[in-house]
């Protein structure tokens, strides 16, 4: 009903042009819900409004938008978005592992890459080079859904092109005898789905399966919620799939390996006290945890972005959307997975109306009419309509289960005529290596370099080499760093490590075992990258410290970095 009304309200954006809406039905379902909407419409009875609260997305967007402006240390920007309402109680938890969402690149060529980073030696946030332009044109919270505006001739702009009407309209009297003959038909066959009464039917299908139909009065997303626990009770109790559809007047199945009986006594089994677990284990594989997960990232500014002038095109965001899923998959923990889950659970599905609905159900409190017919009834006319549009093209996709052949992966290597060593190129190992060692990225700013050294681990003076320095040679003269002696080394520590005993000197080993031995040898991490002093972290540190075993000259802090 509130989206009815803002529809309206926001129809003629022009200069004193009236707000009229003129919406028509498709099927006569469509018109038997209009009729009711428009009612509520015109008796203001809205649904009540609830704000959202904790939608890390929007947090995600909001830390990139902040931090552009500047470096700001971590309490400071806490207590910035502690003052938002919807933030009011903000999870530091959540808050840093969102921060490391952001200032971490990950392996892959489908990783996250950093806007920003996290210097946990002084708990400041430094913005990277771009950040600004992102915040810019990325941010917002309505996602792309692919709708294209619609202009008259004049250029006057109609509104938005959509693929359903969801809004109500005004019955003239036609649309009211026709709304009276399709309620009477549907009597005649049956029974009438009302809030206590719900419709179960059973008839044949072309292929010889069987199509069973739940009908409720409830809405689409009421059905989208029972649909995922039915199917996870299927899953669990015969071990099957079926292909499934929800739609505004309810759900339908259909069935091959079990029968109509079996059907209606799996989905009267469903328990209410188990909805929400039910949901979880079928909701990562759906199409709405797709959807959210893109529309979230998108918020988050994890996706590119729209360029000035040009449109990312809709298919081109589900790819990349896709991917980031699988990458993100592989990363427990990761704050857009778990804001797509908070979101669908608290916000999306009435997880509370569905389980109140089977405990009336199991009651008696909510009656359940059964039909088996050789045709549908009419209000399953638009469900058979919308399951043969989403399978009319479906590809020849096999459903998720057990590999058909029989083979596992390395028996697939094993079969006659393959070669491994075949399917590899040449210069693939090669590219992936300088490509996971920072070769060809080229770092313009000290937070870049904390950065890329924060990622790859601490650099010798081989490894410093093969980054491409950022500007022109005359640039450069101001930040380069001299040594004498031993090779250089570059290393990001967030502690002192202290002197002591001795190891063979020449180690270039990554990571911490690497660092150790170089400590042994009188190495000492200090500021944000660690240099061979004892001094404290100060005015005197500079962004980069190479060295051990040689000098090395760093730049003050106030010279440009």
Not at 359 to 372: D, F, N, P
């Amino acid at each position: 009903v509130a989206r009815g009304l803002q529809r309206v309200g926001r129809a003629g954006h022009l200069y004193r042009a009236p707000s009229r809406g003129r919406l028509v039905p498709k099927t006569r379902g469509d018109l038997l819900e209009m009729a009711a909407v428009a009612r509520a419409m015109r008796r203001a009875e809205i649904e009540p409004a609830r704000i959202p609260k904790g939608c890390l997305d929007i947090l995600a967007q909001q830390i990139v938008a902040i931090v552009a402006g500047g470096p700001i240390a971590l309490d400071e920007l806490v207590r910035i978005l502690r003052r938002a309402y919807p933030f009011r109680d903000l999870d530091r938890d959540k808050f840093l592992s969102l921060l490391r969402m952001l200032s971490k690149r990950g392996a892959g060529p489908w990783a996250v890459r950093p806007c920003l980073v996290w210097d946990r030696v002084h708990d400041v946030v430094e913005p990277l080079p771009g950040i600004r332009s992102l915040a810019l044109t990325g941010g917002g919270a309505i996602p792309d859904t692919g709708q294209y505006g619609v202009y008259t001739e004049g250029g006057d702009r109609i509104g938005e092109l959509v693929a359903w009407l969801e809004e109500e309209c005004s019955l003239d009297p036609p649309a009211a005898v026709n709304l009276v003959q399709y309620v009477a038909a549907q009597r005649e066959r049956g029974a009438v789905p009302t809030d206590r009464r719900a419709v179960i039917e059973g008839f044949p299908d072309e292929a010889g399966g069987v199509r069973v139909a739940l009908l409720t009065p409830y809405g689409r997303r009421f059905h989208l919620a029972l649909r995922l626990a039915i199917l996870a009770r299927f899953r669990e109790q015969e071990g099957i799939q079926p292909d499934s559809l929800h739609g505004d007047s309810g759900i339908l199945f259909r069935l091959t390996q079990v029968p109509f009986a079996r059907g209606v006594a799996l989905i009267r089994s469903v328990p209410p006290q188990e909805v929400e677990r039910l949901i979880l284990s079928e909701l990562a594989n759906s199409p709405l945890f797709g959807l959210r997960f893109r529309e979230n990232a998108g918020r988050a500014l994890l996706l590119p972005r729209d360029r000035p002038g040009k449109r990312t095109p809709l298919w081109l965001r589900r790819l990349s959307a896709r991917d980031l899923l699988e990458a993100a998959r592989a990363q427990p923990g990761f704050p857009i997975v778990t804001e797509t889950y908070r979101e669908i659970v608290q916000d999306v599905l009435p997880l509370a109306e569905v389980r109140d609905w089977l405990r009336k159900l199991g009651k008696g409190e909510v009656e359940l009419a059964l039909r088996q017919a050789l045709a549908p009834s009419p209000f399953c006319s638009s469900l058979l309509w919308e399951f043969q549009a989403a399978y009319l093209y479906q590809r020849d996709e096999p459903k998720p289960g057990p590999v058909p052949t029989g083979l596992a992966g390395d028996d697939l290597l094993a079969l006659p005529g393959r070669d491994v060593a075949e399917w590899l190129d040449p210069g693939a190992l090669e590219r992936v290596e300088r490509d996971l060692a920072g070769a060809g990225h080229r770092l313009r700013t000290g937070a870049e370099v904390l950065a890329h050294v924060q990622r790859v681990g601490d650099l010798g003076g081989e490894e410093l080499s093969r980054i491409p320095p950022a500007g022109p040679p005359s640039s450069r003269r101001s930040s380069s760093t001299t040594s004498t002696g031993p090779p250089r080394r570059a290393s990001a520590g967030p502690r002192a490590w202290p002197r002591s005993c001795a190891n063979s000197r020449g180690s270039r080993s990554r990571g911490p075992n690497g660092t150790r031995r170089r400590c042994r040898r009188g190495w000492r991490g200090t500021g944000r990258l660690g240099c061979r002093t004892s001094s404290r972290p100060g005015s005197t540190c500079g962004s980069v410290g190479l060295g051990w075993g040689g000098t090395s000259r760093s730049r003050s802090s106030g010279q440009p970095r």
